[in-house]
T-cell receptor
Framework: GNSVTQMEGPVTLSEEAFLTINCTYTATGYPSLFWYVQYPGEGLQLLLKATKADDKGSNKGFEATYRKETTSFHLEKGSVQVSDSAVYFCALSDPGNTPLVFGKGTRLSVIA | GEEVAQTPKHLVRGEGQKAKLYCAPIKGHSYVFWYQQVLKNEFKFLISFQNENVFDETGMPKERFSAKCLPNSPCSLEIQATKLEDSAVYFC??????????????FGSGTQLSVL
């Protein structure tokens, strides 16, 4: 079945540090890939997505590239801010109307 | 409305009691999804609706859990005879499509269910 594996947290960084959160996936088809973010006490918000190989999703300084050869979709940001502190979820959706499958989430804490 | 509204925010039940959670999707969204987030952050899909019809119930436990979306009413998720392991945050999401690829999914803030 489909699954998503992401690096375990928590990740603690200083402000302006470089961020990478690794995500790899297993899928029977050719899925779309997503990163969602959950701020404290809130629901998930879509951060970015990519629907085909070599696509790069980007938003708010975050980016991730769909790598079919390595089945990966790593999240990166060049310079994190305290306000980026949240839990980040990698997810996939098979073509068609299948529900999102989420990874277990990575908690990021950015300290000033 | 412009956001997915979930009520209540917190719900405490003794083991064996019933729990009922509500979700009002964004106006104009035909699809509603329920997810369960357990302690270690893992999100588990439960069920989805297209208007008042069940669309996908592959994640729904076969016992004790039921859900409805009736016209002109909030959708509901009901757990009969709650167990300790039902303690989780239950998230509702809505969308104009069943495919997350094609249409953005909007999540509510969740209902924290604590079973004591």
């Amino acid at each position: 079945g489909n699954s998503v594996t992401q690096m375990e947290g928590p990740v603690t960084l200083s402000e302006e540090a470089f961020l990478t959160i690794n995500c790899t996936y297993t899928a029977t088809g050719y899925p779309s890939l997503f990163w969602y973010v959950q701020y404290p006490g809130e629901g998930l918000q879509l951060l970015l997505k990519a629907t085909k190989a070599d696509d790069k999703g980007s938003n708010k300084g975050f980016e991730a590239t769909y790598r079919k050869e390595t089945t990966s979709f790593h999240l990166e940001k060049g310079s994190v801010q305290v306000s980026d502190s949240a839990v980040y979820f990698c997810a996939l959706s098979d073509p068609g109307n299948t529900p999102l499958v989420f990874g277990k989430g990575t908690r990021l804490s950015v300290i000033a | 409305g412009e956001e997915v509204a979930q009520t209540p925010k917190h719900l405490v039940r003794g083991e064996g009691q019933k729990a009922k959670l509500y979700c009002a999707p964004i106006k104009g969204h035909s699809y509603v999804f329920w997810y369960q987030q357990v302690l270690k952050n893992e999100f588990k899909f439960l069920i989805s609706f297209q208007n008042e019809n069940v669309f996908d119930e592959t994640g729904m436990p076969k016992e004790r859990f039921s859900a409805k979306c009736l016209p002109n009413s909030p959708c509901s998720l009901e757990i009969q005879a709650t167990k300790l392991e039902d303690s989780a945050v239950y998230f509702c999401a809505s969308s104009q499509s069943a495919s997350a690829t094609n249409e953005k999914l909007f999540f509510g803030s969740g209902t924290q269910l604590s079973v004591l």
